[in-house]
């Protein structure tokens, strides 16, 4: 029980984090990056969700939710590299 507190407890703070960076997103970034930002923290939330119980989902929808999270993580790189001018994308999966 202690190990699973202490998860919690870290995934609780993980989130924390993530708020405050987007926070500084929404300050230095463009639209198109903001809401791309938006896209990530929503399937995020929903893989955390997952994590704690909140929300039910099978180990193939645990799975999606992985495959989501890391295409809009490229696709919010790929806003924020057009944004500050750095040219050639990133690709993989």
């Not at 930002?37 to 909140?54: F, L, M, P, S, Y």
């Not at 799975?63 to 057009?82: G, K, L, P, S």
Request: glycine residues 8%.
């Amino acid at each position: 029980m202690a190990c699973r507190t202490a998860l919690t407890t870290e995934l609780a703070e993980a989130a924390h984090l993530r708020g405050r960076a987007f926070e500084r997103i929404m300050l230095l970034s463009n639209d198109r990056v903001v809401e791309a930002g938006h896209e990530v923290n929503a399937i995020a939330q929903e893989i955390d969700w997952q994590a704690t119980g909140r929300i039910t989902g099978t180990l193939a929808e645990w799975r999606q939710r992985h495959r989501t999270v890391f295409q809009r993580i490229n696709a919010f790189h790929d806003c924020a590299r057009e944004d500050l001018g750095v040219f050639g994308r990133v690709t993989g999966q």
